[in-house]
């Protein structure tokens, strides 16, 4: 199979996951790249903060996954799926994901990503005016409390959020769901008017914490990261919804 000239870079992958049906419509291949500047005391993969290889980390040139993907392109097909670009944060290797990005674009590939919505927005624009959809995550949205969350403050990452509301796009918000850190009404009712405000047919979805990850931390000897948090029941998950639809926003389950 001919390439072109940017077949043979390389970048730093977790994982290809294919037939996935959890990361936009149909059935998807999700490409999980390493690399994240933020630090989520709750994060299911520490292992994706690094741009080190190691057991969980390797390296693959975007022509083997050009290879993976052409192996599934009739999946996509008849399910109306494609691929997305997940993490860590995708944007943190924006070379790699530029080239993937420009290569499946011209294929006519659907073309999802995931992000934390924080880079530099005239750096990533390319990238994103080429995405068919996009789910970005608001992770608390008062900024103070994101930073002690996160390790950043979320300024910039909803200002990158109004500029994605305005290039016209499929959006998803995603709320990582945690009990008694952003499940209060006043966060959900902040999040739920700045999404009605900013994204037009706007869409939020509900990702209830989990602690699968929990196990990663002490092989990575990351000790000091490791923290109890609890998971929202359904009872909660209720509450925060109907706030939500209340700010005349649409609750929506890829799970």
Known sequence: MALDSNGGIKGLIMQLQHFSVNDGD???????????????????NPESWSLEINEYVDEMSISE????????????????????YSGGEPTYQLNFLENMVDIFYNRGIHQSIETSGYF?????????????FIFVDIKHFNSRRHK???????????????????LGKDIVIRIPLIKDINDDEGNIADTAEFVY???????????????????????LGLDEYEYSFQTPDEEDIQRVKEI????????IEYR
């Open 26 to 44: 149909g059935i998807r291949t999700v490409i999980f790249m390493a690399g994240c500047p933020l630090r989520c005391k709750w994060c299911c």
């Open 65 to 84: 996954i050009i290879d993976e993907v052409d192996r599934h392109i009739i999946f996509y097909r008849y399910s109306n799926g494609g691929i997305t």
């Open 120 to 132: 530099i927005w005239e750096d990533v624009y390319g990238v994103f005016e080429k995405m068919d």
């Open 148 to 166: 002690q969350l996160t390790g950043v403050h979320n300024h910039s990452i909803l200002d990158n959020i109004r500029a994605m509301g305005r």
């Open 197 to 219: 405000r900013n994204i037009p047919n706007g869409k939020i979805e509900l990702l209830p914490y989990h602690s699968l990850g929990n196990y990663k931390y002490k092989s």
């Open 244 to 251: 939500i639809n209340s700010y005349d926003v649409q609750t």
